[in-house]
């Protein structure tokens, strides 16, 4: 089993950034991906970046920009650095890892004014 748990979700004005963290724990050794996730109200959830076990980024459509997937190792945990925030970025972020299965976060929200 792994478990992740995000954090530094919150209010933000449009333009401004927040860091997201995704501490993982448990079978960790078993995981070869780690990415984030976000749904607004009334909307599917989309993927926003992914890194894998050896570094490679992804960015999907709307992780381009002011966005960044970043990893710790040590620490067992991923960031998304996000600038530039816009009031269409307000959803909440999910952390998940793909190892044998798929695992996800509990979510953190993220709410940018305008």
């Known amino acids: 089993q792994v478990q992740l748990v995000e954090s530094g979700g919150g209010l933000v004005q449009a333009g401004g950034s927040l860091r997201l963290s995704c501490a993982a724990s448990g079978s960790i050794f078993s995981i070869y991906t780690m990415g984030w996730y976000r749904q607004a109200p009334g909307k599917q959830r989309e993927l926003v970046a992914a890194i894998t076990k050896g570094g490679s980024t992804n960015y999907a459509e709307s992780g381009k920009g002011g966005f960044s997937i970043s990893r710790d190792k040590a620490k067992k945990t991923v960031y998304l650095q996000m600038n530039s925030l816009k009031p269409e970025d307000t959803a909440v972020y999910y952390c998940?890892?793909?190892?044998?299965?798929?695992?996800w976060g509990q979510g953190t929200q993220v709410i940018v004014s305008s």
């Open positions: 998940d890892a793909i190892g044998r299965l798929k695992y």
